[in-house]
């Protein structure tokens, strides 16, 4: 074999010399890990309250989030990425759609992503609560009605809490997926790990190193996130349901 390996790549200075190339995979390692915690966030929330509406008795609601699930889980991400960047400017009002085209290209770069993976990820995470839920015996939904709560108060005291421990392991995964998603932001500029392994390669022709690193940076992002969930399900573990004890 012809190539010629090169670890010490990452240790000498940039093309641009502001920065080792190590420093570039760094920063997209930090790219990478603050825009998939945000969107996290924003996935969390609002498909939590969409798994709610899922089971809901009232068939507007429910349909609403019925509709949700199905247009963001079933539209490819990376149409969807696109269409948040590309398209959602020019259906602004003219001055809004201005002023974010004006505005810092990384800035732009980043809420058009974390609105895609966010949202995205919300129509997984809806599914995995409504699942929760609907595990659940219906005879906890009639006693917290029995006992003079609301249907809303049902839900935040008796149902939910329990539903939350239950899918602690396939949020997980969607956790994880969240991170491995943020690759495809790389196709709009945004320098994530991937973009900047890829632009590594441009500058320095060492794909293997370049690629070889930002696999191990995917793995060790993988491990930890495990390892924190997988304590948190040991916590939260009901017994008598599957893997509880």
Not at 33 to 56: D, F, M, P
Not at 57 to 80: D, I, M
Not at 179 to 204: H, P
Request: with cysteine; hydrophobic share 50%.
């Amino acid at each position: 074999m012809s190539y010629q390996w090169n670890w010490d790549i990452f240790l000498q200075p940039s093309a641009t010399g502001d920065d080792t190339y190590l420093g570039w995979m760094f920063a997209g390692l930090k790219m990478t890990i603050t825009l998939s915690l945000s969107a996290w966030v924003l996935a969390l929330l609002i498909g939590s309250v969409i798994g709610v509406l899922r089971t809901v008795p009232n068939k507007w609601l429910s349909g609403f989030a019925t509709a949700w699930v199905e247009l963001f889980r079933n539209v490819p991400l990376l149409v969807q990425l696109f269409i948040w960047y590309f398209v959602l400017p020019e259906l602004l009002p003219e001055a809004v759609g201005n002023a974010f085209k004006q505005s810092n290209p990384v800035f732009q770069m980043f809420s058009a992503s974390l609105l895609c993976l966010g949202l995205f990820t919300s129509a997984r995470v809806a599914e995995q609560v409504r699942a929760g839920i609907n595990s659940l015996p219906k005879g906890q939904k009639n006693a917290g009605l029995a006992l003079g709560f609301t249907l809303g108060q049902t839900y935040r005291h008796v149902l939910l809490p329990m539903a939350f421990r239950l899918v602690v392991p396939p949020l997980t995964s969607e956790f994880l997926n969240i991170f491995k998603n943020s690759a495809v932001c790389s196709t709009i500029g945004l320098l994530e790990l991937a973009a900047q392994g890829r632009q590594l390669v441009d500058y320095t022709a060492q794909p293997y190193e370049s690629f070889i690193a930002v696999t191990v940076a995917y793995i060790a992002i993988n491990v930890v996130v495990m390892t924190l969930m997988k304590k948190l399900e040991d916590k939260v573990r009901v017994p008598g349901y599957m893997g509880g004890k």
